[in-house]
Structures are given as C-alpha cells and as structure tokens.
C-alpha cells in the first residue's frame, strides 16, 4: 500500500502575510519517476480541482511506483479573487502580460509580487525534483476538451495521446509563451503536459470523471500505477487534421446550439439554429461534413472571461463562426 502525505507549503507576501498551499503525496513503495500535476492556475478555472479529487481518490489504495504529487490549487489567491488573476478587474481583458498571470510566471521570483512568490514555492520544492508535469486547465464551455503537448518532445507528445481525449495539440516552440510551467519544465529535460477541460466559473463533473479516466491511463504508460494502458482508437491533431469551419450569414441572430463540443455529426445534421432578432424567424445551420465538433456557439477566444461579451449573439457586419467541424474519414 501506497503511503498518503498531506503537506503545505507557506509562501510569504510581501505584505508580510503568509499563503498555504495545500498539497498531497502519493508514494509507492518501489522506484518509480516522481510525476506532478497541478490545477487551477487561473483562479475561474475550477473543474481541474475536482480532477485532482477524483485522482487521488483512485490512486490512493494503488500499488504505486515512484512519487505522485497533488497540487489541488496551485493558486489560491485567484481562486479567492475570483478571476482568472489575482488582482484582475472585473471586465479586464484576459491577458499573457498581467502582473499576475501566473502561467507566464515560471519558474517565480523568491522577491516578486505575489503570484511569482507562489510559482517560486512551487518550482523549487514540487516542481523541480518531478520527472514528469501534467498541468490541468479549463478553456471555454464551447471548446471540446484537449491534451496540449510540446511537439519538440516525443514523450510529451505520447502523453497526450495516452489522454484518451478525442483533441490533442502539438505546438511547435515558436507558438508557446515563454514562462509557461510546461515550457519551463520541458527544457529543464523533463517531460510535460497540458490538458485542457471544457468549461469555466463552474465544476464540470462529467469533465472531471473524462481527464481523471485519462491521467490513470497517462500513470499507467509511465509505470507509476499497475495494469495495461489503453491505446487511443481516434484522435485528431488540431490544426493538422482536416476541418471545416461554419459561419453565420449576414444578419443579426440569436445563435440557439442544438450540440455540444465533442459530439459527432453527420452531414447534413443540423447544429444550431439562427433566431432573427427582428422577425424571430429561425434558420437552421446544418453541418456540411460528418465529423467530431471542437468548437461550437461562440468566436472571439477567451469569450467566457469578460461577462459582456458571453452572450451569443450575432451583430450586423461580423464574421462569426458558429462552428468548427474536424472530419471523420
């Protein structure tokens, strides 16, 4: 049997006031790779948390090999803030530049502001002695969950298809953001991983129970907790694989979706419905190929962090797209 350590860290502000980090160690009895994986960076982004739940639930009574570190909340002072960066305003712009972004912070500042205190607590006593890094995120509701991997390394890149999720990522160096934990740690030689859950500001369970399924499956492949690793019978590569994506006609509409990010179509099949505003006539939009859908009911990135742009409405003169479709077959 495994033991189970709870610990803390306390991370000291520069007021003078003192941050707890909890955190919980799984260790297994023979050598094995120390693996990390952390949830809620951005302070809205809450499912991850009950991923981790979930996780150590399953893993706790397991014979495990090596170490499994638990960062249920990696930053408490967004999640007390209520936004995706402590100290953001309500309405701001989410933002690769804010003082408090922290996943543009790593590895921290043992003398910076107050997130870079917290990433440096971190990555020095969690992060650094860890051989792999699974960092778990939420982007908007109507993005289908996905597994992000640095194409620069193999091993990330078979971590993520072990994620079982239907979408995987593999980014080229020029297109991640210098001080993001999975960058940091990939070229200090280990190998890391993000994931990606659908949904924000609320806990997603069925979100939660689909990441969890694919974490055992990803600690199985590594050695860390016993049985066979599944292989992933259909994935597709964003932005590589063949896609087409769907736009609103001319017009201003009430965009009603009839489907979620995830979900298969045929050709032909009907995805959301158009609500004129004036008439309240409705125009159906149907898929033009059969497919997995990855993005569904809204446009503009990042639209769940700023409550007024949330609403789904199409105006007069933009180019809105209603929907992403990646083709099966």
């Known amino acids: 049997m495994p033991g189970l350590e709870r ?14 980090i909890p955190y919980f160690r799984v260790k297994g009895g023979s050598y094995g790779p120390e693996v990390y994986v952390q949830a809620a960076q951005h302070g809205v982004e809450l499912t991850g948390v009950y991923t981790v739940k979930l996780l150590l639930d399953r893993v706790r009574d397991m014979d495990v090999n090596g170490t499994l570190t638990l960062v249920p909340i ?3 002072l967004a999640v007390r803030w209520r936004r995706h960066f ?52 939420c982007w908007e509701q109507w993005l289908a969950p996905a597994a992000l991997a640095d194409g620069w390394d193999e091993v990330s890149v078979r971590l993520a298809e072990y994620s079982l999720l239907r979408f995987i990522a593999i980014r080229d160096r020029p297109s991640v953001h210098r001080g993001m934990i999975t960058t940091v740690a990939t070229e200090a030689g280990k190998h890391a991983l993000t994931i990606e859950h659908s949904g924000q500001r609320w806990v ?4 939660a129970e689909l990441v969890c399924r694919g974490l055992v499956n990803i600690l199985r492949y590594i050695g860390v907790t016993p049985g066979e690793p599944v292989k992933p019978k259909l994935q597709l590569v964003l932005d590589r694989d063949p896609h087409v994506d769907v ?31 004036e008439s309240l ?40 797209r209603i929907a992403t479709i990646y083709r099966l077959g």
């Open 7 to 20: 610990g803390f860290l306390k991370v000291d502000m520069p007021d003078g006031s003192l941050v707890k």
């Open 74 to 76: 990696a930053n408490p």
């Open 86 to 137: 402590y100290k953001m305003e309500l309405g701001e712009a989410y933002s690769s530049h804010h003082p408090h972004q922290m996943n543009r912070l790593w590895p921290g500042r043992a003398d910076g502001n107050e997130t870079e205190r917290i990433v440096y607590s971190l990555y020095r006593n969690l992060v650094e002695p860890s051989d792999y890094v699974i960092d778990l995120h």
């Open 204 to 207: 997603f369970p069925e979100q």
């Open 247 to 277: 736009y609103a006609p001319e017009g201003e509409w009430i965009i009603v979706t009839l489907k979620k990010p995830g979900e298969k179509v045929e050709k032909g099949e009907e995805i959301v419905k158009l609500v004129d505003m």
């Open 281 to 320: 006539e409705e125009r159906a939009v149907k898929s033009p190929v059969g497919g997995v859908i990855y993005w569904i009911g809204s446009t503009r990135p990042h639209i769940d962090t700023r409550p007024s742009e949330e609403v789904q409405v199409v105006l007069k003169g933009e180019k809105y």
